[in-house]
């Protein structure tokens, strides 16, 4: 069975740093582009970082210079390191599968997600 688990969000006062995962199981990762995914609260979902197989990363202007996307293919494992986090941030984030237009693959379902809620 295909997973994406998403874990590391929290509350957080704004200026605050949270770390983001998302373990892959059912599936191998390696080959894929991944990315994150927010959905703030009245908002469509949103792409915020992508990170392809050879490690290249695309950041969405909001995010950029305060977010870093990583893996790590021996744990099929995917981060966001999130620093000088704001109130726009907050929001529930997903990761899953990008395709080569940036946006959603399509390939999986999505996970429950993680709620990060930064606080002023």
């Known amino acids: 069975q295909v997973q994406l688990v998403e874990s590391g969000g929290g509350l957080v006062q704004a200026g605050g740093s949270l770390r983001l995962s998302c373990q892959a199981s059912?599936?191998?990762?390696?080959?894929?582009?991944m990315g994150w995914f927010r959905q703030g609260p009245g908002k469509q979902r949103e792409l915020v970082a992508r990170?392809?197989?050879?490690?290249?990363?695309v950041y969405a202007e909001s995010v950029k210079g305060r977010f870093t996307i990583s893996r790590d293919n021996a744990k099929n494992t995917v981060y966001l390191q999130m620093n000088s986090l704001n109130l726009e941030d907050s929001g529930v984030y997903y990761c899953?599968?990008?395709?080569?237009?940036?946006?959603?693959?399509?390939?999986?379902?999505w996970g429950q997600g993680t709620q990060v809620t930064v606080s002023s």
């Open positions: 990170i392809g197989s050879g490690g290249g990363t």
């Open positions: 899953n599968g990008v395709a080569f237009s940036g946006t959603y693959s399509g390939t999986w379902r």
């Open positions: 059912g599936i191998i990762i390696s080959f894929d582009t």
